[in-house]
């Protein structure tokens, strides 16, 4: 079996502001690509899914942090239109779509993702879903014009870590993107070359306790001092939680069984 698990609107937003220039000779030149996109994937794959993020202030993150996403602006009102008639789509087309209060969309990914008996896809350009990739677990990412199947051998040549210390660099190098502050003054490089050499980050702050780090990382000592609570905090940010409550039904998830 082979399940293709979709961020629904990763994929929304990047058909959206594609053909954007296109939209006054066609309202619904957004909805029509990504649904020729989706119909392909029933050659290929078994069972699909979409998933939907719930409400940004109901989610464990907004609670630890407020200011989590907060640079993130509302949905233009073309897009949310877009949004509503790709559910109605999909949903008679018998594609399973999830959503839940609490849980932002990669939650219910990685949760599916890592239970599915058979191989998973996970569609989407967000690198936070990187942290999920197992043998039986991969990621399409779509950049320019081109699809790149993303794999735990490819991640680890290309990125020099674990897929599952990925969230301990992101701890430390922070993510404007999402708003997760990490440890200031430390970046990429950094951060990578710290996580190789001690883990992860709650082991590397053990470290910086004992006043222990290698002679080589000694220079980093004063930038990762009195920092540890904000580089649990963004870990915590960053983690995928694949224990979120998820339907384990799986022929729920086999393309047009919502049909019959």
Do not use: C
């Amino acid at each position: 079996m082979k399940l293709m698990l979709v961020d629904g609107f990763n994929l929304l937003s990047r058909y959206y502001f594609a053909t954007e220039r296109r939209r006054a000779l066609d309202p619904d030149v957004t909805l029509k690509g990504l649904l020729r996109k989706v119909d392909g994937w029933t050659n290929d794959f078994t069972h699909i899914a979409f998933f939907w993020d719930g409400p940004r202030e109901t989610t464990h993150r907004y609670a630890l942090f407020p200011d989590y996403k907060a640079t993130r602006t509302g949905l233009p009102e073309p897009l949310f239109h877009d949004y509503v008639k790709l559910r109605a789509a999909l949903t008679e087309r018998g594609i399973f779509q999830s959503e839940l209060a609490g849980y932002e969309a990669d939650d219910l990914i990685g949760a599916v993702a890592t239970a599915f008996p058979g191989e998973s896809y996970m569609y989407s350009s967000d690198r936070d879903l990187h942290q999920l990739l197992s043998p039986n677990v991969f990621q399409i990412v779509p950049k320019k014009g081109e699809e790149m199947i993303m794999n735990r051998e490819v991640f680890v040549a290309t990125y020099g870590v674990r897929p599952e210390q990925f969230v301990d660099v992101k701890a430390l190098q922070g993510d404007a993107s999402d708003n997760i502050p990490g440890v200031r003054g430390i970046g990429p490089k950094t951060a990578t070359i710290l996580v190789q050499s001690y883990d992860t980050v709650e082991t590397l702050y053990d470290i910086v306790r004992q006043e222990a780090l290698q002679e080589a990382h000694q220079k980093f000592a004063k930038k990762l001092d009195g920092q540890e609570e904000v580089a649990l905090l963004s870990k915590r940010l960053s983690l995928i939680d694949i224990h979120a409550p998820i339907e384990t039904d799986w022929e729920a998830y086999r393309f047009g069984s919502h049909l019959f």
